[in-house]
T-cell receptor, first 114, second 110 residues
């Protein structure tokens, strides 16, 4: 079975540009999580969807970040405009049903904002 | 106080020894506890989870939970160099949010 799929795997962009990260969860999973990982702050939850509905977006750093899940098999995380401090690895994870279940992580997107 | 705290390490152990990784958490309403392993440049992968006080064993891995002390640990017996990675403790808080520690880097020397 395919795991969580993320694209792109690497992204280098210039400050001020729009960045869109994509995620396809594991088929049959109804919960999707976006995380950001940095050396300083570790792995932080940005937003969590259940049945395509955002449940907890308290981790979204500011209005420059937005996330959507138009259907059960696709989600996007958008940063507009991007800033150098957004440089991090962004992981998408999915689970069968919410935070109480095991989360399976995608390979991540390494973002560098110059 | 951080919600989930881990010593960043590195924790160095010789091959064949027992590696002991520790984690403390602040939310007494926390329900479930997870250990993830993350190799450099890779994504976290689940090793074990534990819900009840006591020990839970899975192969060379043992998770220990003490809710009264708000403490969870992971023991790795017969350590291999391939166990060298960062180990992330994750806690499902009373608000149903999975919070990760910053991880402990383990180095197993041959």
């Amino acid at each position: 079975d395919a795991g969580v799929i993320q694209s792109p795997r690497h992204e280098v962009t210039e400050m001020g540009q729009e960045v869109t990260l994509r995620c396809k969860p594991i088929s049959g999973h109804n919960s999707l999580f976006w995380y950001r990982q940095t050396m300083m702050r570790g792995l932080e939850l940005l937003i969590y969807f259940n049945n395509n509905v955002p449940i907890d977006d308290s981790g979204m750093p500011e209005d420059r970040f937005s996330a959507k899940m138009p259907n059960a098999s696709f989600s996007t995380l958008k940063i507009q405009p991007s800033e150098p401090r957004d440089s991090a690895v962004y992981f998408c994870a999915s689970s069968f049903s919410g935070s109480t279940e095991t989360q399976y992580f995608g390979p991540g997107t390494r973002l560098l904002v110059l | 106080q951080k919600e989930v705290e881990q010593n960043s390490g590195p924790l160095s152990v010789p091959e064949g020894a027992i590696a002991s990784l520790n984690c403390t958490y602040s939310d007494r309403g926390s329900q479930s506890f997870f250990w993830y392993r993350q190799y450099s440049g890779k994504s976290p992968e689940l090793i074990m989870f534990i819900y009840s006080n006591g020990d839970k064993e899975d192969g060379r891995f043992t998770a220990q939970l003490n809710k009264a002390s708000q403490y969870v640990s992971l023991l790795i017996r017969d350590s291999h160099p391939s166990d060298s990675a960062t180990y992330l403790c994750a806690v499902l808080t009373g608000f149903q949010k999975l919070v990760f520690g910053t991880g402990t880097r383990l180095l197993v020397s041959p």
